[in-house]
């Protein structure tokens, strides 16, 4: 099955404006949208440059824009995007270098600020810090991220205020700030709490939609800002206050992750 | 402190705006939609579903009376529907201005005129609801 391919091109050094090359591929039945780009680079135009690794949709290297939504190209058949055509670009949002290469300065930068470690002041046990099952269970989805920056880039807010951490560093502060291990819960709301963090984030749910691994991003920040909320009010450790952590039920990301898999956005 | 995380060098993002200003704003956002419904619950069945004297038939008459016979509360009511309305739907202006400006001076400067704007109509419809409260009451008297 032949497919036509437009490719984003844009070289800083001889393009004034961006624009579309069309290239067509043979396409068979399970190759990715990462091995035709591949087979574009390795046998009709070695000029076409972009980003990737691992080819197993782990590394998080290859997120692009495809037919209109974030998606890694490692991880997605032509075949299912039931299109004769297929549109490739680079991320929204993110300042781009050259043809699908996006400059990712500006994200780890956000992810930076949240100090994106395990922090914990007492001394270490003889063996390491255990967790109980429900503990881990309310991060449990939230370690799934890879840093593609496919749920930040998929973000009207993003687009608009650079400024704003963006789904993908307020996971990561969600990730530590649930960690029953970690003990800079106070710092990181400072960051993930301020006008740049939580209160940015107006529900849109493109972050969820587009996440590759199934995080529940949207739904992470919700958590994020009663906990931010509660913290700056001074209500933590009282009995008055009902629990806000989330414990999310087995299945219940892949589940969403799958509705929104058919989502189309307009 | 710089953190090299994988091959790019980060410089983490500073907190640009005291932390407890967006806090407020959220908390008391859905404080204000609760009190719209229940606000808005009064003021619609008060407007448009109470039934005293004349029969069925909504008329300028029929709401008149109401006020007559009930000025005190449908004033404290509907101020209490202004300042829910006018804090919400203001908010969400300041949201959309967050999201556009960044500069926190035009952020500070741009917030100030909206509470200005939201106090002023708050000031002015309050004291409307008052006078007709006063008004009902002194002609009931």
Not at chain 1, 11 to 22: F, G, H, K, M
Not at chain 1, 115 to 144: G, H, M, V, W
Not at chain 2, 2 to 9: H, I, L, N
Request: charged share 20%.
């Amino acid at each position: 099955m032949e497919v036509r391919f437009r490719v984003h091109r844009y070289d800083p050094e001889e393009d004034a404006t961006a624009r579309y090359q069309v290239y067509t591929v043979d396409v068979d039945g399970d190759m990715t949208v990462l091995d035709c780009l591949n087979q574009i680079k390795w046998y009709q135009d070695g000029t076409v440059t972009f980003r990737r690794s691992c080819r197993s949709a782990i590394c998080g290297s290859c997120g692009m824009l495809i037919n209109g939504r974030n998606r890694l190209a490692c991880n997605t058949r032509v075949a299912d995007l039931e299109a004769a055509e297929v549109s490739v670009g680079p991320l929204p949002g993110f300042p781009i270098l050259r043809d699908l290469v996006v400059d990712w300065d500006p994200f780890f930068a956000k992810d930076a600020a949240m100090k994106p470690y395990l922090i914990n002041d007492t001394p270490p046990p003889d063996k390491e810090r255990r967790q109980s099952p429900e503990e881990y269970s309310k991060i449990d989805n939230a370690t799934l991220c890879i840093m593609c920056g496919c749920c930040s880039s998929s973000c009207p807010v993003v687009w608009n205020n650079g400024q704003y951490y963006g789904p993908a560093a307020l996971t990561k502060a969600y990730r530590f700030i649930f960690d029953s291990r970690d003990t800079a819960t106070r710092e990181r709301i400072d960051m993930a709490g301020s006008e740049e963090g939580t209160w940015r984030c107006h529900t849109i749910f493109n972050c969820t939609t587009d996440c590759p691994k199934g995080v529940l991003n949207t739904q992470n920040i919700q958590a994020l800002k009663r906990k931010v909320m509660l913290e700056k009010l001074g209500f933590t450790g009282t009995k008055l206050v009902f629990n806000v952590d989330p414990i999310y039920k087995e299945g219940e990301a892949q589940h969403e992750h799958e509705a929104g898999g058919i989502a189309t956005r307009a | 402190m710089e953190r090299v995380v994988g091959s790019v060098t980060a410089q983490p993002q500073p907190v640009r705006v005291a932390p407890k200003t967006g806090t407020y704003s959220w908390l008391l956002m859905r404080l204000t939609a609760y009190g719209l419904i229940v606000f808005l619950t009064v003021h619609m069945i008060f407007n448009h579903y109470l039934d005293l004297r004349t029969g069925n038939k909504l008329t300028f008459e029929l709401v008149n009376r109401r006020f007559y016979a009930y000025p005190v509360i449908y004033a404290i009511n509907d101020i209490g529907l202004l300042t829910c309305t006018l804090f919400h739907g203001l908010n969400g202006v300041r949201n959309v201005i967050y999201d556009l400006v960044t500069n926190p001076a035009a952020r500070r400067v741009l917030t100030i005129l909206v509470m200005l704007i939201g106090l002023y109509f708050l000031y002015d419809g309050s004291l409307t609801l008052l006078a007709l409260a006063q008004m009902q009451n002194s002609v009931g008297s």
